[in-house]
């Protein structure tokens, strides 16, 4: 069994990541942390685990951690992130990091769009980015895997096998997605809390969001040179998901048809990438680790529309698709 800790354990990719290894037939739990005031039975902190988990959320100890476990599900905000993880890595974990600290290797990119200085370039380098379907072979050998955010994990799918054959202009990439409210986390502000989420939906981050950056890095090492990506985000009334609609210009005329087999060919094999027939909606895949893609040639132009649960794709049923990787299990388990 591999042993698994979860750092963040009270927030909600927390409590995702302890729904999915619950199930899971070859990991187990052996060590949850949060801050100190929320801390507690686990079945006391989310009543949804009531006798299903008799262990404690506990402050984090790193010499009762060394030794109780194999790997770390390091679910913490940016920036505190990386004040844990040189110390998990140091008691000899494998760390699965949920935060952007190990995601943007250009320092300066980092410190732009996060506001604070990066204090862990010596991890920062050798982190992999945990995009199983794109960077499975890097995933096998690492120690540190920054986990994809979520809006980047639904648009670099939709147009990663445009990026990988040459078929798109790559300035031409606009990215116009909505998120579920839980993407932002247990914590309301005022502008994501119930009354005015409730009957709402909004654009916000014009031109400043911090998915922005990231995307263009890794779609630029998918497509081997610079990719402009314009990415919009909007915040929507509903719990859990992200649809994405990716429009682009294609380097040279075609079909429906041929995007169609392009991508069913791309993605042959792979278990949680589906290409649909129709439009995805997010509402078939919430609770899951699927990502529906539809890929659509519309007058001149390519749109690509995609949908995953942020919380699972887009957060913690990926990063247990990269846990699975790295011991060596076979990638879907624990995973629906
Ligand atoms: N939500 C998503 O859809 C999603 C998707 C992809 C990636 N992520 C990333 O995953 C990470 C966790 O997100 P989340 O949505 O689970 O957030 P969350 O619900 O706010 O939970 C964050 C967790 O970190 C703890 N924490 C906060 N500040 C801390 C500190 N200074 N020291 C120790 N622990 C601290 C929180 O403790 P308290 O319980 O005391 O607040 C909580 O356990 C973030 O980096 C986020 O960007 C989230």
Redesign the pocket.
Request: with cysteine; glycine share 22%; proline share 3%.
């Given at each position: 069994m591999v042993r698994v800790a979860i750092i963040?354990?009270?927030?909600?990719?927390?409590a995702e990541s302890i729904e999915i290894i619950l199930r899971h037939s070859e990991a187990e739990l052996t060590y949850l942390s949060?801050?100190p005031?929320?801390c507690g039975a686990v079945e006391e902190v989310f009543p949804r685990f009531k006798g299903r988990c008799g262990l404690q959320i506990e402050p984090l100890d790193i010499d009762k951690l060394t030794g109780l476990a194999d790997v770390a599900l390091c679910?913490?905000?940016?920036k505190?992130?990386m004040g844990f993880v040189p110390k998990l890595l140091k008691a000899g974990l494998k760390v699965v990091d949920?935060?952007?600290d190990y995601r943007i290797k250009d320092t300066e990119v980092y410190e732009k769009f996060y506001q604070v200085k990066h204090t862990d370039t010596a991890n920062l380098k050798r982190a992999v980015y945990g995009l199983p379907e794109l960077f499975r072979e890097q995933i096998k050998g690492a120690c540190l895997i920054a986990?994809p955010?979520?809006f980047p994990t639904g648009a670099l799918l939709a147009i990663a096998p445009l990026l990988k054959n040459g078929l798109v202009e790559t300035n031409s990439i606009i990215v116009n997605a909505v998120t579920g409210i839980?993407?932002?986390?247990?914590?309301p502000s005022v502008k994501f809390h119930y009354p005015n989420m409730n009957e709402n939906i909004f654009a916000y981050g014009i031109g400043t969001h911090r998915h922005m950056p990231e995307m263009e890095q890794i779609a630029g090492v998918i497509a081997g040179s610079d990719v402009n990506i314009l990415f919009q985000p909007h915040a929507g009334p509903f719990d859990r998901g992200i649809l994405s609609t990716v429009y682009c210009h294609p380097k040279k005329k075609t079909t429906g048809e041929q995007f169609m087999k392009l991508y069913k060919d791309f993605y042959a094999g792979e278990a949680f990438v589906q290409v649909c027939s129709e439009a995805p909606a997010v509402k078939n895949v919430a609770g899951t680790n699927y990502c529906h893609i539809y890929p659509a040639f519309v007058k001149d132009r390519i749109v690509v529309f995609s949908a995953i649960d942020?919380?699972v794709k887009?957060?913690s049923g990926q990063a247990i698709q990269n846990m699975n990787i790295i011991f060596g299990l076979e990638e879907t388990l624990g995973l629906k």
């Open positions: 963040g354990a009270s927030g909600y990719t927390g949060a801050l005031e929320e679910c913490l905000p940016h505190v992130s949920f935060s952007a986990n955010g979520c839980s993407g932002a986390g247990k914590n942020n919380l887009g957060a």
